[in-house]
C-alpha cells in the first residue's frame, strides 16, 4: 500500500495523462474559429476530454457546422442529457444540457454543453437537424422540465403524462411517489409503514 | 323472410332466380375498410420487454406506429445519485440483464478515467474475457429468438444450450447467473477459479459446434430468409442520423466498432476483425451478430492463451478493499475497510464522458462528481435507446409481419432503454 488511505483523494493525486494523451481539441479549435461568439468558456475534463460551452441560441449553426464541415463530418448522433447543478459549487445557471456527437472521419466524440436558468430553461431543439435527436430532447423534457423549441413532439417519454414535476432535478425527493393506482399502505420493515410522499 | 331479399331495386333475387349477380353488385363491390389501431404490447411475448407499440394498420400495412416506452423505468439515475460509486454496480447489471459484464465494466471504466487510474494488466485480460463471453450470450440470446419467432424452435434451444453453458461459466467466475456484480473500482472483485480456463475452452467448443448447428438451420432457411431479407431495410445515412451503433450499424456497412476505434483495456492485442453487413436489413443484421460470436469466440481464447500473472486490483485503499489478512489484523485495515464501505470511494469533482462496446453498441457514460462520495450525475447512453427510435422510420409503409423480425434484430433491451 503506498499512498496514505486516510487522505481524502486529491485531485494531483493521479494525472489524466496517465490514462492517455488529452484528447483531441481539433473539431473545437475550429468551432471557436468560425464562431468566437457562440463559444461560452473551453476546458478540459480530467480525463482529457475537450468541452465548449455554447449559447444557447447559437447551437443549432454551431451543431450544423460540426455536421456538415468537410473536416469534422460529426454525423454520428450520440446522446443528449441534463445536469441540475443545484448542489454543485458553481450552481448559476441552474441547468446544464450535454451533447455528445460522433465523427467517423475524425474518430473522436465532440462535447458541448448548453447552460440554460431555471427561469427560462428553453434551447433550440436539434430535432430537425439529427432525428436521433428528437427521443433524447423529449428524454432531457421528461426529467429535467428543459423545453427545446421546435422540437416536433415535445411530450413525455418515459413517464406518464399525469406525472407532476421533473424527477432528476435534485429538489424532487428520492422517495415522492406519484402512483396513479392508489398504493396500498405496506409494512416496509426498513423504511417504516406506510407510503410516502403523494399517495 | 322475403324481406331480407329485396334489397334489390330491381326485385332480382340471386337465392331465387338462379341468375349470376349484375355487375356493380355486392360482391364487386370494393370492400369498405377503414384504418384499424391495435396494440402490441407492454406485455406481447415477440416484444421482448415492455413496449407498447401503437399500430395503425390499412390491412396488412402499417401506417403509423408510435412506440411508448418507460414501462420498466426503475429510476436507474435518481438511484445512482444516492449510493456510493460501487453501490451503482449492482443497478447497472440491470440495465441489460444478458451482458450484465459490459454494462459493469463500461461503468467502473468510466470511473476510472474520472479518477485518472490505470488498473493491473490482468484484470484488463479478465474484464476482456468477461466482456467477450456476455457479449456471445447477448447474441445467442438474440439470434436464438428471432429463429424462434420466424417459426423454427430448434434454433432457440441450441442458442439456450450454448448460453447455459456460458452461464454457468460465468456464474463460476462471478457467483451469479445473470446480474453480475463483478469488477470493482480499480480492477476485479475476484480472480479466475481455478482450472476455469479448461472449462470455458470445451464451452467455446461446444459453443462452436451450436453455431454450426444454427447457422445450417437458419442461414439458408427458405422461411428465415424470406421473411428476414429485404425487411427492417435503413440505409447507412438514416442510421448514423439516427445514432445507431454496434451490430446493427455494422450491418449497414459501416465498420465502426469502439474495440478497433479507440481500443480499450488490452483489446489492441488480440486478432479479431469486425463483421460489416451491406444492406442494413434485417438478415444481415443476423450475419453480423452470427459472425461476432464467432470473433468473440476468438478473443476469449487468446485472452486465455496470454493471460499474465500479476495483481488483479490497484494496491490504494483509498480506492480498492484492503486484503483481508490486513482488515482482520491491522488497525489501518481495519480503517481503510471502513471508511471504504460507510463513505465510498471519494472520487475527485470533474466530469468525463467514456463509452465502451457494449453488445448492441456504444454504451457511453458521463458522469459528473462533486467529490462527496457520491455519483452526482450518471447519464448512461444506452445503445438501444436510438435503435428503437428509428424503429417507425423502418416500419412504416410496411407490412405488419415484417415488425416481428426487425424487433427481434435490433435487439432493442428494455432495461436499458427504460432506465
Redesign the interface.
Known sequence: ???P???????A????S??GSPLSTFALDRVSAHFPEAVVERYV???G?AWAVIHPDSLPKVAAFLKNDAELEF?????I?G?DRL???ESDPRFEV?Y?L?S?KR?E?V?LKVRVSEHQPVIPSLATL???A???ER?TFD?YGIRFEGHPDLR?????DEFQGH??RKD?A?RDRQPLIPERPIKDIFRGPGTSGHS | MADSHTFDAKGHNPDTDGSLPPEGSELEAHLQSKHMVINMGPSHPATHGTVRLKVELDGETIVKIDPE??FL?R?F??SCE?VTWTQCLPYTDRLNYLSAMMNNFGFLNAV???????IPERAQYIRVIGSELHRLTDHLTCVGATGLEMGGFAPFLYGMEARELIQDRVTELTGARLTTSFGRVGGINRDLPEGWADKVHKTLTRTEELLVEMDGLLTRNRIFVDRTKNTGVISAE?A????W?GPALRACG?D?DLRK??PYWVYERFNFSVAVGEHGDNYDRYLVRMEEMRQSISIIRQALETIPAGPIIV?????AL?PKPEVYGTI?GV??HF?LVMEG???????????TEASNG?L?W?L?S?GRGRP??V?V?APG??V???VP?IIEGKMLADLIPTFDTINMIGGEV??
Open positions: 500500500m503506498t499512498p488511505f486516510w487522505a481524502p483523494y486529491k485531485a493525486d493521479s494525472s489524466p496517465v490514462i475534463d480530467r480525463a476530454g454525423k454520428l448522433f450520440g446522446s442529457d445536469v448542489h454543485l459549487a450535454v455528445f460522433y467517423f474518430h466524440h462535447r439529427y432525428r436521433g428528437n427521443w433524447w428524454l426529467f413525455r417519454i418515459l413517464l406518464y424527477p432528476l424532487y428520492l | 416506452i418507460g423505468h429510476g439515475q435518481k444516492n476510472e478515467k474520472l479518477i485518472g487510474l490505470e438514416d448514423i442520423d439516427y445514432g451503433t459501416i465502426h476505434a479507440h494496491d490504494d485503499w483509498r480506492i484492503p489501518e480503517m481503510a471508511k470511494i471519494q472520487v475527485p469533482p470533474g466530469e468525463c464522458y467514456d463509452a456504444e457511453g458521463y459528473v462533486d452526482y450525475k447519464h447512453r435507446f436510438p428503437l427510435a428509428a422510420h427504460e432506465q
